[in-house]
């Protein structure tokens, strides 16, 4: 999954509550979250995971309407993370359609200026260069604060907003569902049970989706189960709008009850 799942879910409290449950002994869950964790950098991380011997018996899922739609919302992300020369030919319609050739010319072909910072890191680790960094105030520190507190409305309204904005022209299809589906059949193949999550968003931002697009996703998730066998549960009602810092981002508390509904 990506940072939503990342934020709003406890891999510790998971466990906890399975084996208090007694459904397994010994069972480990492992929050493998990415930030713009999207299909296709789910079935990159799976290559990763099954190159290495990792086979989980269970593998969860997030999915939301938006990361289905045929415009990549995430497409700069892989551009300049994950993807290579045969990933970048094979996107290029999608590429388009994102509004991101520029960005995928510059990774390609202007790549020191690009990616400066990190080749700036990489020497100074090379070169064992040590600086100090003055900081001001704690930010990891206001961020953990800012997690505790449930968003105002305002705040409610700002993603709704940009809730609307990620769905415009909607369509299910391109790189996400491609990837989706093999990331799937490898699965399959291999046994893994497969379950899908819609995990919790706030009220203003789940209406945002409105009726046509929310019947397209439940269709296509329908879809899925019958060809593969999937599982899916969709939790995007279950908190209250209390339990949310921002409009999908579900504050410390949030977190522990979703954890513990999961």
Do not use: C
Not at 86 to 96: A, K, R, T
């Amino acid at each position: 999954g990506s940072s939503r799942f990342g934020i709003a879910v406890s891999a510790e409290a998971v466990t906890q509550v399975l084996r208090e449950s007694k459904v397994e002994d010994g069972i480990n869950v492992v929050n493998a979250s990415i930030p713009a964790g999207d299909p296709v950098v789910m079935e990159f991380e799976t290559d990763q995971l099954l190159a290495a011997g990792v086979q989980p018996s269970m593998v969860v899922i997030e999915i939301l309407p938006e990361v289905l739609s045929r415009r990549n919302l995430w497409l700069n992300f892989h551009l300049g993370r994950q993807f290579r020369w045969p990933e970048v030919w094979n996107s290029l319609p999608d590429v388009y359609l994102a509004g991101t050739l520029q960005l995928a010319i510059a990774t390609r072909f202007n790549a020191v200026y690009t990616f400066r910072s990190e080749f700036r890191q990489w020497a100074i680790d090379a070169l064992k260069l040590r600086f100090e960094f003055s900081t001001f105030g704690d930010d990891n520190g206001q961020k953990r604060a800012k997690r505790e507190q449930p968003a105002d409305l305002e705040v409610l309204q700002r993603g709704a907003k940009f809730g609307r904005k990620n769905i415009r022209g909607y369509e299910i299809g391109g790189l996400n569902t491609r990837a989706l589906e093999r990331m799937i059949e490898r699965y399959s193949q291999l046994g893994t049970t497969i379950v899908f999550i819609a995990p919790p968003v706030s009220s203003l931002y789940r209406a945002a989706y409105g009726s046509p697009i929310d019947a397209a996703y439940l269709a296509y998730m329908r879809r899925l189960g019958k060809i593969y066998g999937t599982y899916f549960f969709d939790y995007r009602q279950r908190l209250a709008d209390r339990y949310f810092y921002t409009s999908y981002y579900t504050t410390t508390d949030g977190k522990l009850h979703f954890s513990r509904l999961l």
